[in-house]
């Protein structure tokens, strides 16, 4: 990759760590540059202008264009990699688990991080508190489904690591921020130890931002 | 394609129809097997343990292999075909529209079209109820987007249609189901034209199945 390769993030976002520890894995290095979403500054005119005109983070900058949606840079990063299987079931099964984390997983254990976590009880209108029971019910079922399906496997795709596993772990290790109970998952705990037991894991570090930010 | 392909589907959901309409397209053909999801027939003991765990249609069996989700299904039928950029970013950039695509338009413009037709107003309970302004708004976004994007090129990726274009064109050409006006979106309206007057498109019928329903 002879590009400059810049992501445009925000640090505590379980979105953007899903790319740089992709980047971690196939050994490429990201310039950073870092918004402030609590900020507004991905909603200005010029980040929508230039950078995403659907005004989030992260976007995946490859020379001069623009890569939204952070399970899609991961795709565009591991592309010839170990990370992205060749069978062909498998690479569309991996798929499905990106697609599937976007749908059931993220919309629920993310949101509700976020919520809880950099937004705060207080500040949550009525449409959001009325989602918190159903969100809590459907971050239950995601880590249930997960678990089930890695009682059987070490990787949620064929017999190694792919980016269907590091996608679904950016937000399910730090779950417990949005006061899931991940002892209860006990294959899921043995699936984030293996990931973090790899040489080439690196921390999301997203206490540290938070407290860095407040 | 020598094993036997089955689209486990209900006919009335534009998941589905994205399965068939991207078959059509690279002329394979599925068999398909329907499921009532109103009747909870995706629900029962047999499906969670033999289809999907996770309960939910459409889902692609390829011999003995379930894949399900929607976009992971269009992937694999269209793997190898021109439906699929070659172009390393061009790939990543078709995934994602189609993340996208499952984030911010599906829960939105799908969702209400579920609520609006198949549920219908006086059945929903009061979480529902209060979405559907947030969710009419970001719908509207999420269409402005599209027909921004759309304003500059004849297909969201790359010079000819790929997948991102079916996977958008299912619930986007049937979203005055969901109240939508789509005349507001010119750029929009002549993109789903150019779909619907390709040689292979087969329609998607869904008020003849809403009709066979009721």
Redesign the interface.
Known sequence: MSERLILHEYAASGNCYKVRLTAAHVGVALELHEYDIMKGETRTPEFLAEID??GRIPVLQ?GD?F???????C??LA?GSPLIPSD??D???M??W???E???H??NIATLRFWLRHVGMDALG??RR??LV?KRQAGIAALE?MD??LARRNWFVGDHMTIADICLFAYTHVADEADFDLELYPAVTHWIERIMSDPRYILFDSELVLALDA
């Open positions: 005109a659907n490859i264009r890569l939204p949606e952070s399970n899609a840079a795709f565009y592309t062909r079931f690479r569309a099964d798929l499905r990106m697609f599937w976007q749908y059931h993220e919309p009525e449409v009325l989602q159903p489904l089930r399906h």
